[in-house]
Every structure is written in C-alpha cells, then in structure tokens.
DNA sequence: TCAAGTGTTTACCGATTGGTACAATGACTT
DNA sequence: AAGTCATTGTACCAATCGGTAAACACTTGA
C-alpha cells in the first residue's frame, strides 16, 4: 500500500499545481509528464481515464482536506468563535497569502466546468452549509447566517482573483480580514 | 467605415460569448469558425494576430463599455449614492442576473492570465478607485472606501463564480444586495 | 527459481491545434 | 469597362493534442 498511495499522492499534489496554474485546458499531458517527470504510461497506469480522471482525483482530493481541515473544525468546534477564525486562519494558510488559486475557481471559471459540476457544488454547498451552521451557533441572527455564509464564500473566491489581476497577493489578507469581522462582531480577546 | 466596423464589432461580441463560455485555453479556431460563421480567412483578415489579438480585442471592448457606463457614471454623477445604485443595477444587467461570468475574471482564473495582465490589471484597478473615490463622495469614512472598494469588486467577481458552481444565478443577486446595503447605510428613499 | 503482478519506457495513432498561402469573389471607383 | 482593394473559401502546413499498445524492467510472494 504504502508506496505506490504514497506516489499517487505526490502525483496528484504535482498536478494540483499544474492545473491550478494552467486550467484544465491549459494543461498538455506533454506538459504533466514534463513536470511530473512521469511518462504517460505511468500516467495512465494511476489514471487510466487520462486527464479528465486526474482532475477528478485532484478535486476528490481538495474536497477532502477541506471537508477535514475546514468543514469537520466548523461542525465539531467547541467554541464557534474560534473555528471561525481557525477558518480564516486556515484559508489565508491555504491559499498561500492569495499567492494561491482556488482549483474549484478555476475549474468554475473555465469551459470545463458542466465536466466537473458535481464536485464544485458539494465543495461550495458544503462549505456554505457548515459555514452557516457554525455562524449560527457562534450567534448570528439566524436569518443572516445563510446569506453571510455565501458572501464569505463567494468573497474568498472573488479575493483571490482579485488579488491575482492587480498583481497584490495582499489584497487577499485585507479582504479576509474584512470578511472577518463581519461575522466577528465581537472578536475574543 | 460603418459597415465593416459595424461587422467587426459583431464578431467581438460573438467572441465575448465564446472566450466566456470556453475560456481562453478552450476556444479553439474552429469553435469561432463555427459560432461566428467565419471563415478563417474572414478572422485572420480581421485580427491578423490570430486568437491572441481575438482575445484582446475583446477585452478591450469589455474595458471600453465598463469605463463608459460604469466607471465614467461613477465620476460624474453629481449624486454619489445614486451612482453606486446605478452601478449595482449595471452590474446586474450586464452579468445578466448571475448567469454570465466576468471574462476579466475568466482570463485571470486560466493559465493565460499573464498573457494579459495588463487589461487585467487595468480593468480591476480603474473600477477599485473610481468606486473609492465614489464612495468617498457618498460621505464613507476616508480610511474605509479603498478597503470596502476592494471588497466590493472582489466579492462580484466571487459571487459569479459562486452562482455558477451552486448553479443558482440566484445567489449572484443576493451578495449583491447585501453589498449595496454595505456602501449604501442610508439608502436613499 | 519462477511466475505474477506492478511500473515504466518508447513508439505510434488519428484528430485537432493555431496559423499561412492564395486564388476567387464582390463591391465600389475612376 | 477596367481597375482597385477589402473580404472570403479552401487547401494546406508542421506541431501538438489526448490516448493506445506492447515490449521491457523490477519487485514480490510462493
């Protein structure tokens, strides 16, 4: 087990990259083999469905650290205040300062998207659901949770195209930060 | 002059739809030939620079009508408030009511985002401080208006995306309105 | 030792890519 | 009527596309 998984997820990391930064079209397999350093028999070896199954496998795979990174600390926090911001804190991580696309924008924003339309709704329906949820424990009228659930998701995702088109990664943190306090009205000290 | 200007400016708009739908990587010449019903002929004769001069123009015509309707109204109006009003309205329309995606947004989420950082840059900037010093006008906090500007033109960009992968234009108009009340505490009766 | 996987290399496939060349068309001048 | 020139259809190009096939090496348990 140990090895092979072990590769398969160095792989699907490599292509992760590879994806985020030239979409799905954008990316050759000459140009995965390239930067991978494995020849397309391998590549089919691991993904016999070729391309479309590997960009399956790197959204199965971004889905699920989110779904335990993100999602299960916003469910089972003891202090919802405090998952927010684990949240916050997490994402900023995750996206790298805004250095760092969202795959799931990506794939959203681009001629592939009806391809891969299940994955990005359970990413974003989950990720608005758990956010609303753990919104509404932490306080928040319950008739805000929902809408606000969707800005703070929506917003990261516009923050960080944002912060690529003005060339400011920095943009990404100053609009997390805003989105922040809004469901943070009174921040723990 | 009107004839073939007028034509030209046809297959811009037909363009738009098409580097919309299928991004930049995804919209092959034959797709054009096909949506456009031009020969290739007919669009290397138009835009001798082939896809890339394709995709420029087209990002110019969208710069062009943005600062025209948007932008311009947003430093003219002798009422501020109404401006950002009329804004939201435009917006709204344009990106016909969540169903459309930003190009700009489109092109900056692919691998070809570099290939056009200028127009890029040029479109998000313009919008950010024409909207500020709007907002400004409209009586915001001075330190605010920069921020809540960014988080404004970021969150768009973000709830198109969003409606998209919900596959709900629905919620494009929610984080709209909640955006408006933010630059708008006192909306005008 | 030997067969059975598990990976990997390499050559190859037809289709499509973006782009070029050029002759034919057609409208408008002169 | 001749000439000009913008426009267009078609054939063609090398390069690359995603994908297949099969021979090859390596490990592994029996």
């Not at 160095?10 to 397999?29: M, N």
Request: with cysteine; glycine share 10%; proline share 4%.
């Amino acid at each position: 087990m140990s090895r092979i998984v072990a590769e398969r997820q160095d792989v699907i990391a490599t292509l992760a990259e590879i994806f985020r930064e030239h979409g799905y079209d954008g990316t050759s397999l000459s140009l995965i083999t390239e930067k991978t350093g494995l020849g397309k028999g391998s590549l089919y070896h691991f993904f016999p469905g070729g391309k479309e199954e590997m960009a399956e496998a790197v959204l199965g795979d971004i889905a699920a650290w989110f779904r335990t990174h993100i999602f299960e600390a916003l469910r089972h926090a003891e202090d919802p205040a405090q998952a927010l911001e684990a949240m916050f804190a997490g994402v900023d991580n995750y996206f790298r300062q805004g250095r760092r696309l969202c795959l799931m924008g990506v794939i959203a924003a681009s001629g592939a998207h009806d391809r891969f339309a299940r994955e990005l709704n359970g990413y974003f329906s989950d990720w608005r659901a758990d956010l609303a949820a753990t919104l509404e424990r932490a306080g928040t009228p319950k008739a805000e949770c929902n809408p606000l659930a969707e800005e703070i998701v929506g917003g990261i995702q516009g923050a960080l195209i944002l912060a690529r088109s003005l060339d400011d990664p920095g943009a990404f943190g100053r609009v997390l930060a805003r989105l922040k306090t809004r469901c943070l009205p009174f921040p723990p000290n």
